[in-house]
Every structure is written in structure tokens, then in C-alpha cells.
């Protein structure tokens, strides 16, 4: 298995540690895919601070190839945060710095690079919408997170997305079921394949235009923070699909699903014991926020 995340890196910044974490969803995705046994690699723009070189080498002490990525002058991307007994609770950000403000355009040649990966993860984070279609024709998969906010939810947001996705996640820990299923059902009448939505400790559905399925959450007592918990399942989940042969041309049947989604479970129970997306953790400047 080959997994590749395409767009956004950040900086973690925990206020009430003093502590900065690696972390951006379609880096944690890539280290997490390395964690559970897949060949992992990155690509985005990293921007040419301390703060990128902190992103870049603890990215590649996971064993997450960053060979293709680019350096580019600018500031790294800074979110602020704290931990309200045991969960994460986002302040601000700076914008994303240069990763976000200069994406990456995929040219031929590194088009032949993402082409040699099993799956390409990406996120509303990235500013990577306009590579949709390009990843879309390479013939691997393409998942996609559409996260929790409303502006992401919009019909034409959604049909920017979901025609070129085989798989979506969207963050519903504000939603009840019935919602939640509504919601999976119109990313898949947008164009997205298999839609994934996670509640919490309320646990997760899947929907495929055929049948919707559900999963309890793996409930965890003394945990150290959220923090990556829904990258986790994405990644569980789709490595779990994986291995059982998931592929383009190759959808997922419900016994699939379901396996990915226990799987999902189990690595997002598992993250909640982890500092920051995935450690590395280091002394912050003090700031104001």
C-alpha cells in the first residue's frame, strides 16, 4: 500500500503546554497510513522558517518521504489551541501561511509521481480543489476531508469536490444521525463514492449510494487530548479498505465498509492517548494568544 498526503502543514501550538506539535491533516493522514504499515510520502509546500524546517524533519522521522516536497519563502502556518479536559479547543490561526497562500500545482512530473500511489488524500485546508480533476484522471483513489464547517457544506462547494472523490469525510460530531445520513447521502448524489461521517462518541456512519452502515466509537477514559482523533479513523478506515483490495475500478462492498469502519474506530481510540497529531512535540515562544 501506497499512501500519499497532498496539501496543507501546520504547526500545532498549544497555549496551555507551551508546546508546539507537528501536525495538518494531509500530513497526519501520510504519517498515520505509515504508522498502520502503508509506504507513506507528503507533498505540499513547506515555508523556509524554522518553524517549516520543524514540520519537514519531524514529517520524515516518521519514516513519511518528503523528498518532493518544495520550500518557498514564506511563514509556516501557525494554529493556536488548548486542551479543555481531555478535548481540543481551536483559538485562531495565522491563514495557513505560505503552504496555503501558494499551493502546489501539479505539473507532469509530479503528476508521474502521485501516479505510483494507491491513494492521494487531501483536504479543504489545502487549496488543492483546482488538482481534483488531475488526480481524479491519474486512476488512483482520491479521498478528500470536507471537515466541519458550513462553508464547506454548500452545493457548490460540494460539486467542486465530490465528482472527483472516492472517498469523503465529514466531521458531524454536531449532528445527529439522521442529519449525518442526509448529509453522507448528498455528498454521494454530488459524485463522491463512499462518504464517511464521524460523530465522536457517538461513533461513525458510512454511505455508498446503496446502503448506509454504522459503528459505535471505541470509548476511552484518561485520554490526553483529541487532537488528530478524526484523521485517525480517515486513516484506519481507508487503510483498513486497502488491504481487503479496495481500488479504482474495485469499490468497497458492505462487509469492507464495516471492517473499516471497527478499524477507524480502533485507531481513533488509539489516538486519543497521543500528545499533539503525532508527538514530536517542542518548547513554543511565548505569544499572546
Not at 501506497?2 to 503546554?17: H, M
Not at 502546489?104 to 491513494?119: E, T
Request: net charge negative; with cysteine; charged share 25%.
Amino acid at each position: 500500500m501506497r499512501v500519499l498526503g497532498f496539501g496543507d502543514n501546520i504547526v500545532d501550538r498549544f497555549g496551555d503546554r507551551g508546546i508546539d506539535y507537528p501536525g495538518g491533516n494531509s500530513v497526519n493522514v501520510a504519517v498515520y497510513a505509515r504508522r498502520l504499515g502503508a509506504e507513506a510520502a507528503y507533498l505540499g509546500v513547506f515555508g523556509n522558517d524554522d518553524l517549516g524546517r520543524f514540520l519537514r524533519e519531524s514529517i520524515a522521522a516518521e519514516g513519511v518521504a518528503v523528498e518532493r516536497s518544495v520550500v518557498r519563502a514564506g511563514e509556516s502556518g501557525v494554529s493556536h489551541l488548548r486542551v479543555d479536559d481531555g478535548d481540543r479547543v481551536f483559538l485562531g490561526w495565522n491563514g495557513g501561511g505560505v503552504t496555503v497562500r501558494e499551493p502546489l500545482v501539479l505539473d507532469d512530473d509530479l503528476l508521474s509521481y502521485v501516479s505510483g500511489f494507491d491513494l492521494v488524500h487531501s483536504s479543504v485546508y489545502s487549496r488543492s480543489e483546482p488538482e481534483l480533476p488531475k488526480l481524479a484522471a491519474l486512476g488512483t483513489l482520491v479521498s478528500f476531508d470536507l471537515s466541519s464547517e458550513e462553508d464547506y457544506r454548500d452545493a457548490g462547494y460540494l460539486d467542486r469536490v465530490c465528482p472527483h472523490a472516492d472517498l469523503v469525510l465529514l466531521s458531524c460530531s454536531h449532528l445527529d444521525e439522521e442529519a449525518t445520513a442526509g448529509l453522507l447521502a448528498e455528498a454521494v448524489r454530488r459524485g463522491a463514492r463512499l462518504a464517511l461521517g464521524t460523530r465522536g462518541v457517538h461513533g461513525a456512519l458510512a454511505h455508498d449510494g446503496r446502503v448506509t452502515l454504522s459503528a459505535p466509537a471505541r470509548l476511552a477514559e484518561d485520554i490526553v487530548d483529541t487532537m488528530g482523533c478524526g484523521d485517525a479513523f480517515l486513516t484506519g478506515f481507508a487503510v483498513s479498505l486497502l488491504r481487503d483490495g479496495w481500488a479504482a475500478g474495485s469499490p468497497a462492498g458492505p462487509a469492507m465498509i464495516e471492517r473499516a469502519l471497527r478499524q477507524g474506530a480502533e485507531a481513533a481510540r488509539d489516538q486519543c492517548f497521543v500528545e499533539g497529531a503525532f508527538g514530536h512535540g517542542r518548547r513554543a515562544p511565548v505569544t499572546s494568544m
